[in-house]
């Protein structure tokens, strides 16, 4: 099945600068690969996602790009805010679709003000 | 408003002592699936389900049971709940299970197994 690796676990970042969360993944299969913003005694909830016929996507201060040949894919986060602080996961979705989506092991963003 | 409803919200609980943990989305959506939240390990999947009657097993199903008789609600059963049991639970359903689908996830339901 589907192996999502996520580095780093933990990030601490100053207020203005940008952070970059990194994935890999070993099901060359997968298409669909998603990031998941939770805060702090909240739920998941869908930041940003790319599919696997485009290479970069961008909302605003944040971005992903993939790189199917080398099978991982990146989250950027510009001009941090401390409203960004939370655990960040990845995730990718097997081609057969029974299992929809494997998730990273999260990371801990930390935006100092 | 569209929302997964997971009920309880909270529990603190015996071993061995059955619970069930209820799970409910209005969206009319086919998939729906549970998660466990453990320290350091991400999400990992419990149990998920198709669609009405179609239920499979996740990555760690042991201790589990679901079932799927109304496509709105999906309990997740702990027959005999175990102290490794103890940790943070997610329902989510999406439109269906093929890649692509945004997964929509209930507010979370955190067990405590003494």
């Known amino acids: 099945g589907e192996n999502v690796e996520q580095h780093p676990s933990t990030l601490s970042v100053q207020e203005g600068d940008s952070a970059v969360i990194k994935c890999t993944y070993s099901?060359?299969?997968?298409?669909?690969f998603p990031w998941y913003k939770q805060e702090l005694g909240k739920r998941p909830q869908l930041i940003i996602d790319i599919r696997s016929n485009v290479g970069e996507k961008k909302d605003q201060r944040i971005a992903v790009t993939l790189n199917k040949t080398a099978k991982h894919f990146s989250l950027h986060i510009t001009e941090t805010q401390p409203e960004d602080s939370a655990v960040y996961f990845c995730a990718a979705s097997p081609y057969t679709g029974r299992r929809a989506l494997t998730f990273g092991s999260g990371t801990r963003l930390q935006v100092q003000p | 408003e569209a929302q997964v409803t997971q009920n309880p919200r909270y529990l603190i609980t015996v071993t061995g002592k059955k619970l069930t943990v209820t799970c409910s989305q209005n969206m009319n959506h086919e998939y729906m699936s549970w998660y466990r939240q453990d320290p350091g390990l991400g999400l990992r999947q419990i149990y998920y389900s198709m669609n009405v009657e179609v239920t499979d097993k996740g990555d760690v199903p042991e201790g589990y049971k679901v079932s799927r008789k109304e496509k709105r609600n999906f309990p997740l059963i702990l027959e005999s709940p175990s102290p490794n049991q103890t940790s943070l639970y997610f329902c989510?359903?999406?439109?269906?299970?093929?890649?692509?689908?945004?997964?929509?996830f209930g507010d979370g339901t955190r067990l405590s197994i003494l």
């Open positions: 989510a359903s999406s439109l269906s299970g093929q890649p692509g689908q945004p997964q929509h």
């Open positions: 099901d060359s299969a997968s298409n669909y």
